[in-house]
């Protein structure tokens, strides 16, 4: 089992929010129950990460604990989303 929260941030595929049905799909598939707010979030966190796996490559040396974007993602991993 791979949690939901994993599978949204670190799938490789394309993150659609569908507002109207309340759901986020990614790559075409793997469909997940959530408010369009959650969605877009998500996909706000994932483009961060981007830039933060950017950084990273151009200064192997840039510390990324500090980050709110990283310590956003471990929260969610770590708790699944609940407090």
Same mark, same amino acid.
């Given at each position: 089992?791979?949690?939901?929260? $994993? ?8 993150? +659609? ?31 961060? $990460? ?8 151009? +200064? ?11 310590? $956003? ?6 708790? +699944?989303?609940? +407090?």
């Amino acid at each position: 089992m791979v949690p939901a929260y $994993a599978v949204l941030l670190f799938s490789g595929g394309r993150l +659609d929010v569908r507002h109207e049905a309340g759901e986020v799909v990614v790559d075409g598939f793997a469909r997940f129950a959530a408010p369009a707010r959650i969605g877009v979030l998500i996909r706000e966190l994932r483009s961060a $990460a981007d830039g933060l796996l950017e950084s990273k490559l151009a +200064d192997p040396g840039l510390d990324l604990a500090g980050s709110p974007a990283t310590a $956003a993602m471990h929260g969610l991993l770590e708790t +699944d989303g609940f +407090d």
